[in-house]
Nanobody
């Protein structure tokens, strides 16, 4: 069973940056496709960025050019670098690990962007 624990959320002003982290072993990162999702109360969870185990990244149109997903080879895990944050990025952000029909989720970390 995969356990994920996100960190790095907080409250920032519009235009500022945050970096989210999701610690994971190298073995997990080599095997699973990983991603970041976000959810606002009353709305469905949406994909923010995904990275296949082969290193191919995709992004939601709303974050392209501002967010970067990557593998942290120093601390071993997945990160999401979020630059030029906007109030509409306010949400709870979740780390996901996906393999075939299996999905693992963390508890999420709250990101709040004030204007």
């Amino acid at each position: 069973q995969v356990h994920l624990a996100e960190s790095g959320g907080g409250t920032v002003q519009a235009g500022e940056s945050l970096r989210l982290s999701c610690p994971a072993s190298s073995a997990l990162l080599d095997l699973y496709d990983m991603g970041w999702y976000r959810q606002v109360p009353g709305k469905m969870r949406e994909m923010v960025a995904r990275r296949t185990r082969d290193g191919i990244s995709t992004y939601a149109d709303s974050v392209k050019g501002r967010f970067t997903i990557g593998r942290d080879n120093v601390k071993s895990g997945l990160y999401l670098q979020m630059d030029n944050l906007r109030p509409e990025d306010t949400a709870r952000y979740y780390c996901n690990a996906h393999l075939r029909n299996y999905d693992a989720w963390g508890q999420g970390t709250q990101v709040t962007v004030s204007s």
